[in-house]
């Protein structure tokens, strides 16, 4: 994946000096930042996705007359 190239390119500098030391920790800490946005992204999609269509499946539910399961389905 790209995150894990970006982390190899990362890896491999050899820091001459500290700063470049402190420079390659913040690169460092920087991909993973923007991969764990990337990562919540994709949780909050995945949420909007299952309660935009749980809504259809309690409508059945009610209409079959099956609110025993609605509890199960909210959580």
Do not use: C
Not at 13 to 28: H, Q, V
Not at 30 to 41: A, C, I, R, S
Not at 64 to 69: C, V
């Amino acid at each position: 994946t790209q995150f894990e190239l970006n982390l190899a390119r990362i890896y491999v500098l050899n820091p001459k000096t500290k700063e470049d030391a402190f420079n390659k920790s913040i690169l460092w800490i920087k991909e993973h930042l923007e991969f764990m946005e990337l990562v919540y992204g994709h949780i909050k999609a995945q949420e909007n996705a299952l309660i935009k269509n749980i809504l259809p499946l309690e409508e059945k539910l009610k209409e079959r007359k099956l609110d025993k399961w609605m509890e199960r389905v909210r959580r």
